[in-house]
T-cell receptor
């Protein structure tokens, strides 16, 4: 079945450590996105990529980094510079351009301990 | 500025009652509008979408939404709510080449027996 796989589902990190969240899709979509979800704030865009080897900052990119070396993969690294990293992270993909919707993974809950 | 407003943070309805969730948007160009549903700890599932044409759109699980350009609204409705509809609902607006989505803060729906 086609879809988006995020791993792990739960992740714990010590303060000061970097951690990488995985996102893989087999929908053959060119565009991929990372969103952060906090209670009462909806989803906010961290980074997005329209094509391999290219990506752009979203609204809250500080403290995060991404890469897009393969079409099907868009990993997100939460660095130690991110001051409040505890959140639910959602990856999505879509066909670039208009008249298309985004498909979402099941999310990764990151907790800093 | 582009934005989505969901004025109701939390709504409780009785099973079998009708439902309307409100969504207002601010968007400079022709909006593409979406409603997504999220169960606790899960990703987002698309309920319905509006790109153009008929302003009343039908979605999955018996939901519908009406686009009203004059009111900048895209309210979600269901004539008879089931207990399984309890979840959080997000309205989103997107468009343009990047297909980035702007989300509202969500409405949490509780269903009383």
């Amino acid at each position: 079945d086609g879809g988006i796989t995020q791993s792990p589902k739960y992740l714990f990190r010590k303060e000061g450590q970097n951690v990488t969240l995985s996102c893989e899709q087999n929908l053959n979509h060119d565009a991929m996105y990372w969103y952060r979800q906090d209670p009462g704030q909806g989803l906010r865009l961290i980074y997005y990529s329209q094509i391999v080897n290219d990506f752009q900052k979203g609204d809250i990119a500080e403290g995060y980094s991404v890469s897009r070396e393969k079409k099907e993969s868009f990993p997100l690294t939460v660095t130690s510079a991110q001051k409040n990293p505890t959140a639910f992270y959602l990856c999505a993909s879509s066909i670039p351009g208009q008249n298309t919707e985004a498909f979402f993974g099941q999310g990764t809950r990151l907790t800093v301990v | 500025a582009q934005s989505v407003t969901q004025p109701d943070i939390h709504i409780t309805v009785s099973e079998g009652a009708s439902l309307e969730l409100r969504c207002n948007y601010s968007y400079g160009a022709t909006p593409y509008l979406f409603w997504y549903v999220q169960s606790p700890g899960q990703g987002l599932q698309l309920l319905l979408k509006y790109f153009s044409g008929d302003t009343l759109v039908q979605g999955i699980k018996g939901f519908e939404a009406e686009f009203k350009r004059s009111q900048s609204s895209f309210n979600l409705r269901k004539p008879s709510v089931h207990w399984s509809d309890a979840a959080e609902y997000f309205c989103a607006v997107g468009g343009g080449a990047t297909n980035k989505l702007i989300f509202g803060t969500g409405t949490l729906l509780a269903v009383q027996p």
